[in-house]
């Protein structure tokens, strides 16, 4: 009953939400194309929902065909001071605007609004078969390691997050989680991983 609720709420609230992300749209991608005429949107292959590829929407943060960087355990190079990262790339990263056209990914049944992030396809081969638990649900926009580290801590780390997100999950729990993520969006902090271990895709 739980998972038939919360894609009830997933389809009604992205539903509800499609015009202000259409705003979005247009007001975020003027600022890109003004900023440096580059495309709006980044799309990335995602690990889904029993391991089903996705492509997962972002507003584009970064300049134009900007090297993939990662730390030694996998996960994504997001340090201060990164020259890749546009100067509208940097506000809206900030107050994590670049993830709202993921609300489409949900109304498509690719993402729920809360679940674990969703790891790239290099990451796969990487996941233990406990790990491989967290691809039983939908991946969120927000999740339970977002609230509590953002992007502070490793690939490892989030997965064990995830993974207590996955034997608890609830709908209580689930409020719980957006009402933090309304919290963190206002007052960000953990945007940034430090570590300076990294290596070019």
């Known amino acids: 009953m739980y998972k038939i609720i919360k894609r009830f709420f997933d389809i009604i609230f992205s539903l509800i939400l499609l015009p202000i992300v259409i705003l979005f749209i247009i007001v975020i991608g003027i600022l890109i194309k003004i900023n440096d005429r580059g495309p709006i949107f980044y799309q990335s292959e995602r690990i889904g929902k029993n391991g089903k590829v996705f492509k997962m929407l972002k507003f584009r943060s970064m300049i134009v065909n900007a090297p993939d960087i990662r730390l030694e355990d996998g996960s994504t190079y997001i340090v201060k001071g990164d020259e890749r ?60 390691n977002q609230v509590i580290n953002r992007n502070s801590v490793g690939s490892k780390e989030k997965i064990k997050n995830d993974m207590i997100y996955v034997s608890k999950m609830s709908l209580l729990f689930d409020i719980k989680i957006l009402f933090l993520t309304i919290f963190c969006v206002l007052f960000p902090k953990n945007i940034y991983r430090d570590g300076n271990s990294k290596s070019e895709k």
Request: proline residues 7%; positive net charge.
């Open 85 to 144: 990262v546009t100067k509208v790339g940097k506000f809206i990263r900030k107050f994590s605007i670049d993830e709202i056209p993921q609300i489409i990914n949900v109304l498509k049944g690719d993402m729920s609004f809360v679940g674990p992030r969703p790891d790239t396809t290099l990451c796969l081969s990487k996941y233990t078969e406990e790990e491989k638990t967290i691809l039983n649900v939908r991946p969120g926009i927000t999740g339970y």
